[in-house]
């Protein structure tokens, strides 16, 4: 029994106490209360007491003493005196059976006292009264209460305590609950014998005056609602189980069986439940709950219930949607007064008590009033065109061409807001209601598309070939089944050679605008969105793949489309093939494009984010994907969502904070490898990403561990994308071990020294692992190659991340002391260096090692101690480890702290004030007649003689400086 320790102490106690009380459970119907009673039962039956139980039938509530004969029964004595007809009432004992379903050695009487109570003529009266003898008029309450007192103790006094469970106790006859009240309040001074009875919460009661001691019988709390459905129900998708939990409101009836009933489908099953068209397919156990109440309420009251929960009226007060104004329900004092609306006390509006009601609601209600209070909703929300069009979408029963078209758009706006599932059920509606055949094909293939952002990659392909009968070919199947040959399996040879092909064939086709619709006026910039998309999988396919033939022939498809390749495609196919090529002036162009996130899908966002990683301009979409990755992973495109966190972490991974990265690894990974989804192709990458977080952290074993996996996956499926990164795990990894040749030979398998491999993407990113490698293993002059190979290619114009470890690698390869110096301030004096605090540390690093081999251990220390720092911070010991052990031959000991700042002379103070002031390098060497190199070393040295490393930091630093400035 979950969520019940409190209830099951009471229980025990109130079983095993030696005083007679009497007590009632009070709840809704499925919340436990027969369970409750089960458990009562039990602990009496263990202990030794006598368990009489009875059930209150809605049949026999208008049957006078009804329930107090199979109360009475069971204790009646085996003698002449027991009423010959008895048997003719229904009486359960502590199994259930009723005395005709027994033989005579099969009977609960068998165990009753033996002998006849010693009961007076008024008593016996009363008796004769209750089985059946109607000589005489009814006994009142009191007489017979008295005589069914005595005979309760009586047969306690035989030394067996008592204990009567009723259950229902809502249905009980009022004469039986008349006495069984009047029988519990005068429980307390007879010992051995014990009330129990249970009743529901939300019905009117016999009991409700009885004066009895109750204890309510709560939902469950959310913890042990989602533990009781997780036990029962260990295999049900996010999805489903978000529903369970939401309709069940911590019912366990409803915990328990509704899972059986939203299994199948539950992608349409949900959305429908979402957009309020048919609400949750309910047991039937839960039906005959509500559903005779329902029936007693006149039809304008179930009109207005039927209105309220289409509508998404609240399911219990404070609950339900705003800010839209929903349907307001009047006239339905009756639905209170039978427990199925309640009224908030804030606002005085009508709510139902809880969400299954909404769903019997609806449920209960025929396909023609469905329709009529649609209709009148539609009206309700004219001014609301999502919503008006979701209700007219129900109500309308012929294609309509004008309501589909609304609907359609209805969809759009809903993957922009993080619901491209519910889209899904949307488009396909809008399908549905489509009048033309062109019309119904784009819709259903639009349906295809979102289904498969959203996981349903099945369902996507069912999608598709309803969009084109009769083909596998179309572009909405080609799209289908491409997403899941990449997805799921890896698969890029194939699906790029199908996805050319599919291009081609709509490129070329005469008629490509009549199949695939008009321009709309709300994506302006996607005349053909079919092709769109699939050029947009093309790039994906090449990105994976990752190889020079593969892009080459994805930019001659892309050359030939001419117009139809939007600035988008461009973008996407010059930032994620080859950065170093083609990736020049596309930075400001994704600055500008992510202006405007909140009215793009969730896959063009993180197609877009993808652009901003390759550019290492990620860091300010990231506030937004964190916004919105939830709402994806919860109720929208999956697959966008999963990406989002990849970027998110490699964004962590970027900026130095590994821990939170290594949480958002891990929650990428399970999504990936849940079994509704099951991505290869996900999974593997995120190993791949969570293996360079191993390797910069020095965890090398586990590091290898997972580049491994990611190799045996990717390189037979000629996944390129992944064994790069598997390389650069591997140069890595051996770099933080101190094994320079190793990590050599994993750098030079991306790229050979002195070049940047066509289409190779980790080629750039891992400039500074071939520079350090190459130089510890005495290959200076391919070091050198490399860093110069990097300028002249243009890579600091790139992204601020090349820049940095461009100059590093520069400084690091100087042929003289005066280059280096520059090269280390230019470096570390760069407005973004502080961004990728891994990269700076490692040129810091290497800078203060330089230093003190030509210029003594004092100027060393202060880029050895910065260097030392950040490690520390960061959590790479074996980086740290280095650092401080050139810290100590520096003459600093461990933990001793930096140096005080040095006095600035003239003219690195003025310097230093013009870069403060915002000016760059060349003017102010113009200003000064000095040479931008010259500007770069007085900032170098001035940088920490200010004990700073940013130009930000300049004014505030030179404000504190308190020194004198010495005459020219």
């Known amino acids: ?80 005196d027991r009423p010959s007809d008895g048997r ?116 009117a009661s016999p009991f409700d005056t009885a004066a009895l001691p109750e204890a309510p019988i709560g939902a469950l709390a959310d913890a042990d609602a989602t533990r009781l459905l997780d036990l029962h129900h260990p295999r049900l ?269 709509l490129r070329d086709s005469p008629d490509r605008a009549g199949q695939h619709g008009p321009d709309r006026p709300d994506r302006p910039d996607r005349p053909d969105e079919v092709l769109d998309r699939l050029v947009s999988l093309l790039l994906a396919v090449s990105q994976y793949a990752g190889d020079r033939a593969t892009w080459r022939r994805t930019h001659e498809v892309l050359a030939t489309l001419g117009d139809l390749a939007t600035e988008r495609a461009w973008m ?20 500008r494009a992510a202006a405007g996130l909140e009215d793009q899908d969730p896959w063009d966002v993180t197609r877009l984010a993808v652009s901003a990683y390759h550019l290492d301009v990620l860091s300010p979409l990231r506030p937004y994907l964190e916004r919105v990755v939830d709402r994806e992973l919860d109720t929208g495109a999956m697959s966008s969502g999963i990406v989002m966190l990849h970027l998110v972490l490699l964004d962590q991974l970027a900026l130095g904070q590994w821990d939170a990265a290594e949480r958002t690894g891990h929650r990428a990974l399970a999504l990936a490898l849940a079994t509704e989804r099951g991505h290869g192709l996900f999974a593997h990458r995120t190993r791949a990403y969570l293996a360079q977080l191993a390797a910069v952290r020095g965890r090398t074993a586990e590091a290898r561990e997972l580049q491994t996996a990611v190799e045996a996956w990717a390189r037979p499926r000629g996944v390129g994308f992944l064994t790069q990164i598997a390389d650069a795990v591997g140069a890595t990894a051996a770099l933080s071990a101190g094994d320079y040749e190793t990590a050599f030979l994993h750098a030079i398998g991306i790229t050979a020294p002195g070049v940047f491999r066509p289409y190779a993407y980790q080629a750039s990113r891992t400039l500074l692992d071939l520079v350090e490698a190459a130089l510890h293993t005495g290959r200076a002059e391919q070091a050198r190659a490399h860093a110069l190979a990097a300028r002249d290619a243009g890579l600091p114009d790139l992204s601020p991340r090349l820049a940095l470890i461009t100059y590093g690698a520069l400084a690091m390869t100087a042929e003289d002391d005066t280059e280096a110096s520059a090269h280390y301030a230019r470096a570390q004096s760069h407005p973004a260096a502080e961004r990728f605090p891994f990269e700076l540390a490692r040129i810091r690093l290497a800078h203060g090692i330089a230093v003190r081999r030509l210029h003594g251990a004092a100027a060393a220390r ?70 931008p190199r010259t500007v770069s070393a007085h900032l170098y040295h001035a940088f920490p003689k200010l004990g700073i490393t940013t130009r930000a930091a300049l004014r505030d630093a030179l404000t504190r400086a308190s020194q004198p400035t010495p005459a020219p």
Request: aromatic residues 4%.
């Open 88 to 203: 003719a009432f229904d009486n359960r004992s502590s199994d259930g059976r009723s005395s005709d379903d027994r033989s005579s050695d099969d009977r609960p009487f068998d165990d009753r006292p033996s002998g006849a109570p010693p009961l007076g003529a008024t008593a016996r009266a009363a008796f004769d009264a209750v089985f059946g003898r109607p000589d005489g008029p009814p006994p009142p309450v009191m007489a017979l209460g008295i005589a069914v007192l005595d005979l309760l103790s009586w047969t306690a006094s035989k030394g067996r305590p008592v204990l009567l469970v009723l259950d229902d106790g809502q249905w009980l006859d009022e004469a039986s609950a008349e006495v069984c009240g009047f029988v519990g309040r005068r429980l307390a001074g007879r010992p051995g014998v014990k009330l129990l009875v249970a009743v529901r919460g939300d019905t």
């Open 572 to 591: 996407y196919g010059s930032t994620w093939s080859d950065v170093v090529r083609h990736g020049a002036g596309w930075s400001r162009r994704v600055e």
């Open 1 to 80: 029994m979950v969520g019940r320790d409190g209830e099951r102490t009471r229980l025990s106690a109130f079983v095993l106490a030696p005083d007679g009380q009497a007590l009632v459970l009070r709840g809704e119907a499925g919340v436990g209360k027969s369970t409750l009673l089960d458990l009562a039962a039990r602990l009496a039956a263990e202990d030794g007491q006598l368990v009489v139980r009875a059930t209150g039938v809605e049949a026999e509530s208008g049957l006078p003493h009804a329930g107090l004969h199979q109360l009475l029964y069971p204790l009646l004595p085996t003698s002449d």
């Open 862 to 931: 202060l880029p050895l101690t910065q260097a030392a720092k950040t490690f520390d911070r960061l959590g790479a010991p074996a980086w740290a480890a280095r650092a401080h052990a050139e810290l100590r031959a520096a003459g600093v000991a461990p933990h001793t702290p930096a140096p005080a700042p040095l006095p600035l002379t003239w003219q690195e103070r003025r310097v230093a004030e013009l870069a403060a002031g915002g000016l760059t390098n060349k003017e102010i060497g113009e200003q000064m007649r000095l040479s």
């Open 237 to 505: 998708g996010r999805q489903v189980r978000g529903l369970v939990l939401e309709q069940a409101g911590g019912n366990p009836l409803a915990l328990l069986e509704l899972p059986a009933h939203l299994a199948d489908g539950p992608g349409d099953r949900a959305g429908q439940d979402l957009l309020g068209l048919h609400g949750v397919p309910l047991p039937r156990r839960i039906q005959e709950i509500y559903a005779a109440r329902l029936a007693r309420l006149g039809d304008t009251v179930r009109a207005e219930l039927l209105r309220g929960a289409l509508d998404g009226a609240a399911a219990r007060p404070g609950d339900g949607p705003a800010p839209i104004a929903r349907y307001r329900m009047r006239e339905v004092d009756a639905a209170v007064a039978c427990g199925l609306l309640v009224v908030e006390p804030a606002a005085g509006e009508f709510a139902f008590r809880h969400p299954l009601v909404r769903s019997s609601v609806v449920q209960l209600a025929t396909p023609d009033q469905r329709r009529a209070a649609h209709r009148v909703l539609a009206q309700l929300h004219r001014e609301y065109p999502e919503r008006r069009a979701i209700h007219l979408a129900a109500a309308t029963v012929d294609p309509e061409e004008g309501v589909a078209a609304d609907l359609e758009a209805a969809a759009r706006s809903a993957t922009r807001r993080g619901g491209a599932r519910l889209a899904v059920s949307w488009l396909t509606r809008a399908a549905e209601l489509s009048e033309t055949r062109v019309d119904r094909s784009r819709r259903l293939g639009e349906a295809a598309y979102v289904a498969g952002q959203t996981d349903h990659l099945g369902r996507a392909r069912s999608l598709a070939l309803a969009a084109a009968p009769g083909t596998d070919e179309s572009p909405a199947a080609v799209l289908a089944d491409s997403y899941l040959a990449l997805y799921r399996d890896g698969e890029v040879r194939a699906t790029h050679h199908r996805i050319v092909a599919a291009v081609e064939r």
